[in-house]
């Protein structure tokens, strides 16, 4: 033995132990810890698009002015010799003056028209002032809205003048006139663009920006003052939507080389790829390309607009460089507005990116307005120059010997170059240079594949990465690829517009109306199709659908009901959750699909989904049915049946273990109650008159001596509203006890006085916690009322009422909606607190009496009537008011609809004689629920007009909008989880690591035997008396709860980190926790006796302590005082917990569906008060209040599945305790003290042990084999396995050796010898081994 424990201790047996318990800990499945569980179930807020372009646009008229005077040079320009000449690459010197004229006139417009063949061009030629006048008020009346364009080519004139003046002609060419650009802009008007072709052209720019200033001043002066003059006058236009390009700087004369055209700025503009290549030629570079000459460019094969030719290649080549260039230097919305809105001007400027790196070349700078950055130098360029070399250099060969053209490489390199930006980068850099040419590239077939592949990756990327593409401008084109058959491009488009519609769902229009729809809808009913691809085809038809009765129709056409129904059962479980939105979208107010559905038994064939194993699924079908019943047209008896038969099935779902699904189930039953609202006031009012009848016996009266917890010493601050745990709990906790203690001052609903206990809050799971609502709408329910008239409903026998048969389908929707008024998460809570007050608002309003004010009725308050504010009526009779019960002041501390504003703000409260009650007014004692309270003298003059209706029809709860955002994050990329390099990835090492030392720590102790167990190693006292102590595993953290808060300890640096509110109802309290995923990101689990179940993260560190999640883990549970209450036992490894209590059965729930997984009968009348499991053998042990052991098998039917019952404990059994060893005995204990091992296969105890009589506590360490017991005779003993005293402990530490109070409960740590002991006065202590064993 000695050499085993030796080697035990070995470095290397260490290193290998720590890294398998590692392993161990890695294949641990974690529970809540899904997405629904870590974030807020609502979609994300949407992105504003600005891709669409709101005002499109077209250059529809252009006005080609030539001033050339062809053989007279003008006198301000001395001009070198040889000149450039050729003019629309003409030489005006071939021919006679007038037929250049002409003919040049005839070219400009044939090089405008290949950009815009539709427009109206007008050509003026030499003009006069008039004539250009003339021209512009013509076009500008014909274009009405649209765009204008006026060319000016200055070339035979003089130079424009600093006054803002252009050179045209008088009639017989004598002299040249001047054109004022004042002029001109209020016969062109707006929106134009003007492009001027000659030297200093740059004056011009400066002129027309001085004047448009001008004009908007005098537009303001005429506005403010219509008497001025100038108001008098026509108003002239304003030129702010004016664009112009001059061709060089004000200073700069144009380029004279002979080798270049005269125009060479408008040989930019409208011939590029011809310019573009002389030019390449003329470069020192264009040496390195053997064979080429200028006359050898003019013969270039192909046409500009065909893309399979060498010239309409470079002509793709240099749209995709300059559209590139421009989307990459300019601001997006300059980008929008220049290169998207307009296609003429588009291509112009695309030009003008030429223009600026050609003239440049020759010391000229073209001018812009919006003035554009410098693109001269970009890197694409190098790109083109090589796009050109290429292409020339095989122009020899292709013309000499006819050998076939080899296609440019451009566009394969640059998809590559995107695509290692896609691989290599990281999340925070700037956007791929390449986009605007994967654009380009979807316009190739034979690229068309791998670019959509691409685009699709990068849209994965994020909304951002949708939203770039989309201001890009890519939408046309994967909207126009849905009209191709292609199979293989199927997946890669259903995939880009599942990422398209996620961000932006305005674009369900533009897809009804291109017919998009049908494409989708093929996919869908492709079963060849993977899931996956047919996830986010149905996902975008639920787009299409969604409040959309154009999609709507165009869906249900395409037969998409029959569609989805067909695929309800496939085992993909996104495919079942997006089918089960998109049914429940196309029939929301829509009658048509709805009957469509009827036909199809959609709704029985939808049943089946609410048992499916994936929350999110059932969900999406109750959203499904909810719409099915909820819809607003007329009813037959057919679709009442229908609906009713829809409800029951429901209902079913009122104790499923997920709030998601409990939250959808009661806006589902809220669409019934809107249509079926007038049978739901009758079975309110039932309601409501049964409860003022009838008293219900409280548990809260019936406190035992044990349970009486002192108030906490407070001032008394009267009338503080009970604070919102579910937000900001840490900050609430001091005001929360002073609540406590002031709301126990109140009578009970019974008139005596209550038990000063913690437990008696007013406040229920929610209801109450929720700060004040806007309008100052007061709830007519209050949570007590409701709480009441749901216990009312299963006590009593209601059949006795009149009116509706009481077991009637909306009798029984009422009692669902009681109970999910209780529910322990907040939000389901509420929404069912909204549902059930608007009915019962409507029911109190039209039943209500008229009021006759006699002598009689002002003994009486007068009836509920929340539209008459301030009719106080004051108690007749001497008696002083007394303080009544908190649980119906209605109109001051009643709970509220959660705020979605701030909250209304009340006027400051002064506290009353002797500020003797909480509240602010007081109530007859004997007040009925419905009658009006006392109103605050302030609310008076503020009427509202009327009650708001708390249920409309939106009520909603956003799971559909969450559920889409999926589409819109990120799905190729690693999860963080399993990104080796995350931080996430690295701290759950560290906490691995950290258990590994735990365990081999803690072993390395307890191996050596616990000799003795009294060291106090950490002593306070708890702000509630302790009932349930639970240490962590693994950190230094212990919990400690009392009836209904939470304190958390460090038990090593002995302060308190976090002290919280469980958020149960006062008749309630914990009575068992949980640690879960104890081994990584912990969560608490709290169980209380009334079979609630909450799970809580965030607490003990610096953050507000959360409520990931609350079911109800055992209906009927009616809590008593001397009941087990609720005990669980957890099993990490499955995932499943195991509970029960008082009640007959042992209830499994599956965390990981988030549902009832199997109730195993006990078989016996009494409670079960302790669990334990063993999920190696499936065995499950419970104790008993009979004193019975009965050991249940799991994996056998309900009828077989109990093995064995030991009978040999006399009394309640304390505790039972399965040891997790292969072999492992069950140790169980009871009241009497009598200690029984059993080995699970013989039928009669193996060992008996005595202890002390009168057991209240006790606790088996399941390591050291050791159990310690706690009295009532206040004190603790502690047993080694024989059945030896190591340790009896009286008195605490220091303290003048205080006796230890009564033990409420004690507490083993998994692995250190640890012991925590909670008594009844307050204090919470650990005792621990010697300190030289630690």
């Keep these: 033995m000695k050499m085993d424990s030796d080697l035990l201790h ?40 600005s891709w669409r372009m709101k005002d499109r646009m077209k250059t529809v008229s252009v006005a080609l002015v030539l001033c050339l005077n062809v053989g007279v040079d003008p006198p301000d320009v001395v001009k070198t010799s040889p000149c450039a000449r050729l003019e629309c690459w003409i030489d005006p010197l071939s021919m006679s003056p007038q037929k250049a004229l002409e003919t040049i006139g005839a070219n400009l417009q044939k090089q405008y028209e290949n950009w815009q063949p539709r427009a109206r061009y007008k050509q003026s030629l030499d003009p006069t002032v008039d004539e250009v006048k003339k021209l512009c008020t013509s076009l500008r009346r014909n274009a009405k809205e649209e765009r204008v364009l006026f ?68 537009l303001e002066v005429a506005a403010i003052n219509p008497s001025h003059p100038l108001a008098q006058m026509p108003l002239p236009p304003s030129m702010k939507n004016c664009i112009q390009l001059a061709a060089c700087e004000a200073s700069e004369l144009l380029p004279m080389n002979p080798d270049l055209p005269a125009d060479l700025f408008t040989s930019c503009l409208t011939t590029p790829i ?60 300059l980008f929008q507005k220049l290169f998207r809105q307009d296609l003429l001007v588009a291509s112009l400027f695309r ?124 939408f046309p084109y994967v909207l126009k690829l849905l009209q191709s058959s292609a199979r293989e491009l199927r997946p890669l488009l259903v995939f880009i517009w599942a990422k398209i519609l996620a961000v932006d769902s305005s674009c369900q229009a533009d897809l009804v109306k291109d017919n998009g729809h049908k494409y989708f809808l093929s996919v869908l009913a492709d079963s060849y199709m993977p899931a996956e691809h047919r996830t986010m085809a149905v996902f ?96 037959t008896d057919h679709s009442t049946t229908i609906d009713h038969n829809v409800a029951m ?25 809107v249509q079926y609202e007038s049978n739901f006031c009758t079975v309110a009012l039932q309601f409501i008159e049964e409860e003022k009848n009838y008293t219900v016996p409280s548990p809260a009266n019936t406190a035992e001596p044990g349970n009486l917890t002192p108030v906490r010493d407070s001032p008394a601050i009267p009338r503080l509203r009970s604070v919102n745990s579910y937000t900001n709990i840490r900050a609430a906790t001091t ?181 003797q009650a909480p509240h602010s007014h007081q109530f ?66 560290w906490r691995f690591l950290r258990n590994a030392r735990v365990r081999r720590h803690s072993r390395s102790i307890t191996q050596r035997g616990v000799s003795r167990l009294d060291d106090q190693i950490f002593i306070n006292r708890n702000p509630g008396v302790p009932s349930v102590v639970k240490f962590h595993p693994f950190n230094t953290c212990i919990a400690v709860a009392d009836k209904d808060s939470i304190c958390f300890w460090d038990w090593e640096k002995g302060e308190r980190l976090d002290y919280f509110y469980n958020g149960n109802p006062r008749y309630t309290r914990i009575t068992a926790m949980e640690y879960l995923n104890g081994h990584d990101c912990s969560l608490l689990l709290t169980a209380t006796d009334d079979g609630a179940l909450r799970i809580w993260k965030n607490f003990a560190d610096q953050k507000n302590p959360e409520m990931v999640t609350a079911w109800q883990g055992l209906s009927d549970m009616l809590p008593t005082t001397r009941g087990a209450g609720m005990v669980v036992d957890w099993e990490q490894e499955t995932g499943l917990l195991m509970t029960s209590g008082d009640v007959r059965v042992i209830r499994i729930w599956d965390t990981d569906r988030e549902m009832k997984v199997q109730d195993i009968p006990t078989g016996a009348d009494s409670c079960v008060t302790s669990l334990s499991c063993d999920s190696q053998r499936s065995l499950i042990v419970a104790g008993l209040g009979d004193g019975s052991v009965r050991v249940f098998d799991r994996r056998m039917g309900p009828n077989e599945c109990r093995v064995m019952t030991y009978r040999e404990h006399g009394a309640w059994v304390v505790k039972a305790h399965l040891q997790k060893e292969t072999d492992g005995h069950i140790i169980s204990v009871s009241v009497n003290g009598d200690v029984r091992f059993f080995e699970p296969r013989s039928p009669d105890s193996i060992n008996v042990l005595q202890t002390v009589k009168g057991l209240t506590a006790l606790d088996i360490h399941p390591q050291a084999n050791l159990f310690a017991c706690g009295s009532m005779n206040q004190f603790i003993a502690v047993y080694n396995a024989n059945g030896d005293v190591i340790s009896n402990i009286k008195y605490y530490d220091g303290f003048m050796g205080q006796r230890i109070g009564a033990i409420s409960c004690l507490a083993f740590h998994p692995y250190w010898p640890h012991l925590a002991v909670g008594s009844n006065d307050y204090y919470m202590s650990i005792y621990s081994a010697e300190k030289r064993l630690r």
Aim: proline fraction near 8%; include cysteine; aromatic fraction near 8%.
């Design 649 to 673: 099935m429901l209902a079913q779902l009122i104790n499923d273990g997920s709030p998601v699904v409990r939250k959808e189930l009661v806006v589902a039953l809220s669409h019934l109650v």
């Design 924 to 989: 007859p004692r004997t007040r009925k629920m419905f009658d009006k309270g006392p109103e605050q003298a302030a609310e008076d003059g503020d009427e509202p007009g009327g009650h708001r209706n708390y249920i409309s029809l939106s009520l909603q709860t956003g799971l559909c909008d969450w559920s889409a955002k999926y589409f819109a994050q990120p799905v190729m990329k690693i999860p963080e989880e399993h990104d080796l390099e995350s931080q996430v990835r690295m701290e759950r090492q």
């Design 274 to 333: 011809k310019i573009a290549l002389r030019w390449f030629c003329m470069q020192k570079s264009a040496k390195l390309v053997p064979g080429v000459t200028l006359d050898l460019i003019e013969k270039i094969p192909g046409r500009l607009n065909d893309r399979r030719t060498p010239l309409g290649e470079l002509n793709w080549i240099f749209t995709a460089i300059t559209d590139t260039i421009a989307w990459n230097v300019l601001p997006r919305d």
């Design 10 to 49: 070995s470095p290397a047996v260490g290193l290998a132990e720590e890294e398998e318990a590692d392993m161990n800990d890695w294949k641990l499945p974690l529970a809540f810890m899904k997405k629904r569980h870590l974030e807020k179930i609502e979609g994300s807020k949407a992105l504003a698009q």
């Design 351 to 474: 030009n003008f990116l030429l223009a600026e790196r050609i003239m440049r070349s020759y010391n000229c700078t073209p001018v812009s307005s919006p003035r554009l950055p410098p693109t001269y130098m970009h890197a694409m360029w190098q790109a083109w120059d090589l796009a050109v070399d290429i292409c020339l250099s095989q122009l020899p060969t292709i013309i000499e010997e006819g050998t076939a053209f080899r296609h440019s490489p451009f566009f394969a390199e640059q998809l590559t170059a995107f695509q290692v930006w896609l691989t290599m980068g990281v999340e925070n850099r700037n956007p791929p240079e390449q986009l605007p040419i994967v654009l380009q590239v979807l316009l190739s077939q034979v690229h068309r594949l791998r670019a959509l592949d691409l685009l699709g990756r990068f849209l994965d990327l994020g909304p951002w990465a949708v939203s770039l593409a989309l201001s890009v401008g890519i």
């Design 735 to 915: 005001t929360r006890n002073l609540n406590k203690s002031l709301q126990n001052l109140n009578l009970n609903e019974e008139g005596g006085p209550a038990a000063f206990s913690p437990g008696n809050l007013s406040t229920s799971s929610s209801a109450s916690s929720t700060l004040g609502s806007p309008d100052n709408d007061e709830y007519i329910l209050s949570f007590e009322t409701i709480d009441k008239m749901r216990r009312v409903s299963s006590y009593s026998s209601l059949n006795s009422l009149i009116g509706v048969s009481f077991n009637s389908v909306y009798t029984q929707m009422w009692r669902v909606l009681l109970h999910l008024a209780a529910d322990p998460f907040p939000e389901v809570s509420d929404l069912a607190m909204k549902v059930l007050n608007s009915i019962a608002y409507k029911a109190t309003m039209n039943a209500r009496p008229q009021r006759i004010l006699d002598s009689g009725s002002l003994t009486q308050s007068a009836p509920a009537s929340p539209t008459s504010k301030g009719t106080h009526i004051h108690q007749a009779g001497g008696s002083p008011p007394m303080p009544s019960a908190s649980s119906s002041s209605l109109t001051n501390d009643v709970p509220k609809p959660p705020a979605r504003e701030p909250p209304a703000t009340r006027p400051p409260y002064t506290p009353t004689l002797g500020g």
């Design 151 to 218: 060319h000016y080519n200055g070339h035979g004139v003089p130079r424009p003048t600093v006054n803002g003046e252009i050179w045209v002609f008088n009639k017989n060419y004598t002299q040249y006139i001047p054109l004022s650009i004042y002029d001109l802009q209020t016969w062109m008007g707006s929106p134009s663009i003007f492009v001027y072709d000659c030297s200093n052209a740059g004056i011009i720019v400066k002129s027309f920006k001085q004047f448009a200033l001008q004009r908007e001043q005098e």
């Design 540 to 635: 975008i038809l639920a787009v299409i659908v969604n409040s959309y009765s154009t999609g709507q129709e165009a869906c249900l056409q395409g037969n998409l009901i029959a569609n989805c129904l067909e695929q309800l059962s496939d085992p993909h479980p996104l495919l079942r959750q997006w089918v089960a939105i998109c049914l429940g979208r196309i029939w929301q107010n829509f009658d048509p699909a709805r009957w469509c559905g009827v036909r199809d038994s959609a709704h029985e064939k939808l049943y089946t989904l609410l048992s499916d194993p994936i929350p999110e699924v059932r969900c999406a079908a109750v959203f499904a049915l909810g719409t099915f019943v909820g819809n607003s047209a007329e009813r």
